[in-house]
């Protein structure tokens, strides 16, 4: 496929598991993005990776949040020990530019809906 | 540090009538500005971007955007709202790299 494709697309777990959301970003894409979308709010950007650089986590809001990227491929965000405020639209984001002098167009995908009951 | 603001959490308005989206950014630098679009159930999709050049963007579907450097303004218009248009709309800024702020997004409701 063309686009940025994720898994599940929806994801109802109990407190307290464990979660692990996939992210596919497109071809290519050197740059890859997670995004948190709470219910009727905007983007919170949570983690990036930009090739063999070290990822920028200074959006992960606790340290049961962690995510891996391998190559320029795939990524997984995996959230420990959930809790009901984990629940919410989980985004990723993939990018061809990162360049600290060029604009920065982000395609996404469609998203995993957590719940966490 | 950046910042986006969007006035107003939902809009409503009339099949036909105008569109007007409003966003005020914050940057100590010139920005890059974005408007993205989110259909239910689906990942946000680029509308239209300003980079440099010249102030007034236009988009997919009709819609367009105007840099106003003294204003700190990004607002986005369509001169007349389709049905399909209903979605939820994220104005973002980035100074270039990576980090690109989105605000809070506007939800757009279409009267029949």
């Known amino acids: 496929g063309a686009g940025v494709s994720q898994s599940p697309s929806n994801k109802v777990t109990e407190k307290g598991k464990d979660v692990e959301l996939r992210c596919d970003p497109i071809?290519?894409?050197?740059?890859l993005y997670w995004y948190r979308q709470r219910l009727g709010q905007g983007l919170e950007f949570l983690i990036y990776?930009?090739?063999?650089?070290?990822?920028?986590k200074s959006g992960l809001p606790s340290d049961r949040f962690s995510a891996e990227r391998t190559g320029e491929s795939v990524s997984t965000l995996t959230i420990q020990r959930t809790q009901q405020e984990d629940s919410a639209v989980y985004l990723c984001?993939?990018?061809?530019?990162?360049?600290?002098?060029?604009?920065?167009?982000?395609?996404f995908g469609p998203g995993t809906r957590l719940t966490v009951l | 540090a950046q910042s986006v603001t969007q006035l107003g959490s939902h809009v409503s308005v009339s099949e036909g009538a105008l569109v007007l989206l409003r966003c005020n950014y914050s940057?100590?630098?010139?920005?890059?500005l974005f408007w993205y679009v989110q259909y239910p159930n689906q990942g946000l999709q680029l509308l239209l971007k300003?980079?440099?050049?010249?102030?007034l963007v236009k988009g997919i579907n009709g819609f367009e955007a105007e840099f106003k450097k003294s204003e700190t303004s990004f607002h986005l218009t369509k001169p007349s709202a389709h049905m399909s248009d209903a979605a939820e709309y994220f104005c973002?800024?980035?100074?270039?790299?990576?980090?690109?702020?989105f605000g809070a997004g506007t939800r757009l409701f279409v009267k029949a």
């Open positions: 940057s100590s630098v010139p920005p890059y």
């Open positions: 990776f930009q090739g063999n650089s070290a990822p920028d």
């Open positions: 973002a800024v980035s100074r270039g790299g990576f980090k690109t702020i």
């Open positions: 984001a993939s990018s061809a530019l990162a360049a600290r002098s060029s604009y920065n167009e982000q395609f």
């Open positions: 300003y980079t440099t050049g010249a102030t």
């Open positions: 071809s290519g894409h050197t740059a």
